[in-house]
Nanobody, 123 residues
Framework: QLQLVESGGGLVQAGGSLRVSCVAS????????MGWFRQAPGKEREFVAA????????DYADSVKGRFTISRDNPKNTVYLQMSDLKPEDTAVYYC????????????????WGKGTLVTVSS
């Protein structure tokens, strides 16, 4: 099992920035592509960003492109999501995800989920 523990969520004003982190343990971190999904109240869980396990290539949902940046620190077994120019519609629980040998862009591709961290953006 790969355990994923998120941190860094909180309350931020619109236009502000926030970084959420996810520490992985239990398996070889570099075998996994990592990603972030989010779920807003009353909405389905949606893909936010992902980073590959090989060359560090990244992918983003159109709604966050240019505002969010995903990165990983392999020696620290950690993946980050730096969020800038936050909007009220970014309010959601953010979930860290891991997928073995495939970039997790759909829930079905995800092998492991964290428990989530709440990000609230006030207007």
């Amino acid at each position: 099992q790969l355990q994923l523990v998120e941190s860094g969520g909180g309350l931020v004003q619109a236009g502000g920035s926030l970084r959420v982190s996810c520490v992985a343990s239990g398996r070889t971190f570099t075998d996994y592509a990592m990603g972030w999904f989010r779920q807003a109240p009353g909405k389905e869980r949606e893909f936010v960003a992902a980073i590959s396990w090989t060359d560090g290539s990244t992918d983003y949902a159109d709604s966050v492109k240019g505002r969010f940046t995903i990165s990983r620190d392999n020696p620290k077994n950690t993946v980050y999501l730096q969020m800038s120019d936050l909007k009220p519609e970014d309010t959601a629980v953010y979930y860290c995800t891991a997928a073995r040998m495939v970039v997790p862009k759909t829930p079905r591709a995800v092998n492991y989920w964290g428990k989530g961290t709440l990000v609230t953006v006030s207007s």
